[in-house]
């Protein structure tokens, strides 16, 4: 069912609408494509049955005006004209319901397709990316595919069929003239639509740009809660989210003003078509040449045309703006993937013994300018503990968004089970690494589902068990909903060595053969810490594990601990082995033992 939506560079709208017409026959959903079939069965029905009608009408309306119309009632006229009245709203009634299904699928499916693009989209583009701008473009996007499927597959359709037969009745029954000046009317008002539509479509635009703003500017205030309280800045948020609405409401006037104005033009072209058409109908009947039925049937038909020509002016507006809606929506989906799985790519075991890690002569930026990594090399044998320290920006977290795939390295390799990472799927090298981060960010969810997470479909035992592991469990029972308790936005109802305990036991549930452990104590007390550090050790048992730190008393144990400062290894070896050779990291350690001493003397006093 998944389509592919490919367009060229190009925005054109057309290029847009064409990109969703695979949806309207979608591949291996026979059900779906018999819907479709019926819907277009009823749709030419219900044009069918309203083109009828008012030949029942003019006919009633002669017997009626006749000199015995007394004794003669048309019964069956008014019965025939009643019953295709009603056989009209049930064809279009089918043709809707039935067609409801292939509308809401295609809004699902390329809903689902821009999300997970989302998501396989690189690091680059998510640190850069606006989060309230990219959920009001998929709700505007999905809504405009709706809008365009429904209103151009059984609007616009069936508008022009019944134009086609409108003027092919007056044609027959009438004469050319008749047939010429309905064309004529429904062309200038067509033009006129296209026109004026095509040129206030930028206040839309507008619209869309500084409704992304403001929507931008209050998701963004209201996740920085604490720090607009901590500057006082209410006033000054409010008067930046204020700016941006009246931004809004500038364009949403210029829009409305300008619907108007296009309203009245549709209105004022109709309305002298339909008046030439009368004036010629009426000269028919003074000359004795149409009779008053006939009279009535021209108006009927050029009422009924405008009922459905002025709908088609809200379609083509609609439909202008919903393609321009969609416009973020589908270049978005265009955005090409900068790390993409290679063909042929390995599958790694997620489940099996410790991997081995290694780094080969790696360079890396994350700018061309700028390097960052210089020629890194270092191996982690399987089953062993290798600490990266070093001071901020020395490059340290930006060897784990490597290992992971975040980005690709300039040159050299990383390689994993013995393997450069190039040549493994994503999918497969993400599910063997666990992490723990520095800045732990939980779902709105509860306390099961964020530990759950690490390995969807895991039973409550053994979410319950991994827990236990972290040394969270005895804590969430003591909570009053216990692991039903809700964390709050981003869990900032927990503390942070909770949130932590959480983190260890999501990637202890995970069982990952390779652990990064990245920063993943920084942000805590010395005592929290401690605490902390027990249930990491129990983590990394048995694994393979990568270690980046800042304070070095969590990496005493470590096989290997490797000193990076400005992207290149400058010292190696275990704990004792550096602190003998009074190189770089004995200077750190005696730095941090010296801050402790002082901040434990501080704490005394």
Not at 509 to 531: F, H, M, V, W
């Amino acid at each position: 069912m998944a389509h592919s939506v490919k367009l060229a560079k190009s925005d054109h709208s057309w290029a847009l609408a064409k990109a969703l017409l695979p949806y309207l026959w979608p591949k291996g959903e026979p059900r779906l494509r018999a819907q479709f079939v019926f819907a277009a069965v009823c749709l030419v029905a219900a044009k069918v049955a309203t083109v009828i009608v008012p030949i029942y009408y003019a006919r009633a309306v002669n017997v009626l005006s006749a000199r015995n119309a007394v004794l003669l009632v048309p019964v069956a006229l008014i019965i025939a004209y009643a019953g295709l009245r009603i056989l009209s709203a049930l064809f279009e009634a089918l043709r809707d319901a039935l067609f409801a299904a292939t509308q809401q699928r295609a809004a699902r499916v390329v809903g689902r397709e821009t999300f997970e693009h989302l998501h396989a989209l690189s690091l680059r583009f998510h640190l850069d990316r606006q989060t309230g701008s990219l959920s009001r473009l998929i709700l505007r996007g999905t809504t405009g595919i709706q809008t365009v499927l429904r209103l151009a597959t059984f609007n616009v359709l069936p508008t022009l069929l019944q134009l086609l037969l409108t003027v092919g009745i007056l044609w027959h029954l009438f004469n050319w003239r008749y047939a010429l000046v309905t064309l004529l009317a429904v062309a200038g008002y067509m033009a006129f639509t296209f026109a004026f539509t095509a040129w206030r479509l930028k206040f839309r635009r507008r619209m869309n740009e500084t409704d992304n703003t403001a929507q931008t500017h209050a998701i963004d205030s209201l996740l920085n809660y604490e720090t607009v309280k901590y500057f006082g800045n209410e006033a000054h948020e409010s008067r930046r989210f204020d700016g941006s609405l009246a931004a809004y409401e500038h364009a949403a006037v210029r829009s409305q003003v300008t619907l108007n104005m296009l309203n009245l033009g549709q209105a004022t072209i109709i309305a002298v078509g339909l008046g030439v058409i009368m004036l010629m109908a009426a000269r028919g009947v003074a000359a004795g040449k149409l009779d008053v039925g006939q009279f009535v049937l021209v108006n009927t038909y050029l009422i009924q045309l405008y009922q459905p020509l002025n709908f088609l002016g809200f379609v083509y507006r609609e439909f202008k703006q919903a393609l321009v809606d969609m416009e973020q929506m589908f270049a978005l989906l265009r955005r090409p993937q900068e790390i993409e799985d290679r063909p042929g790519a390995r599958v790694l075991a997620a489940q099996g013994a410790p991997l081995a890690l290694e780094f080969a002569d790696v360079h890396f930026g994350y700018d061309a300018a700028r390097e960052i990594l210089h020629g890194v090399s270092f191996r982690v044998a399987p089953g062993r503990k290798v600490a990266l320290v070093g001071p901020t920006g020395s490059g340290k977290s930006t060897i784990s968004r490597l290992l992971f795939r975040f980005y690709d390295v300039t040159s050299g390799a990383v390689r994993v089970d013995g393997s450069d990472v190039r040549e493994l799927t994503q999918a497969s090298l993400r599910a063997a690494i666990g992490v723990v981060p520095q800045d732990t960010v939980l779902f709105n969810d509860s306390i099961r589902y964020n530990i759950g997470y690490g390995r969807p479909g895991a039973s409550d035992a053994e979410i319950e068990q991994a827990a236990r592991l972290a040394q969270i469990h005895d804590f969430v029972v003591r909570l009053p909903e216990g692991y039903a308790t809700r964390v709050g936005e981003r869990g900032l109802k927990l503390s942070g060595g909770e949130k932590q305990r959480v983190a260890i036991a999501r990637t202890i549930l995970k069982n990952p053969r390779l652990l990064i452990l990245d920063e993943a104590t920084s942000a805590l007390d010395s005592a929290t810490e401690q605490e902390i550090g027990i249930a990491l050790r129990l983590a990394a048992r048995d694994r393979t594990t990568l270690v980046i730190a800042h304070r070095l008393s969590t990496v005493t144990d470590a096989d290997e601990i490797l000193v990076l400062r400005e992207g290149v290894i400058v010292e190696r070896g275990t704990h004792a082995m550096l602190l003998a050779h009074g190189g770089v990291y004995a200077e750190m350690w005696a730095a941090q033992s010296e801050a402790a001493a002082h901040g434990a003397d501080l704490h005394m006093a």
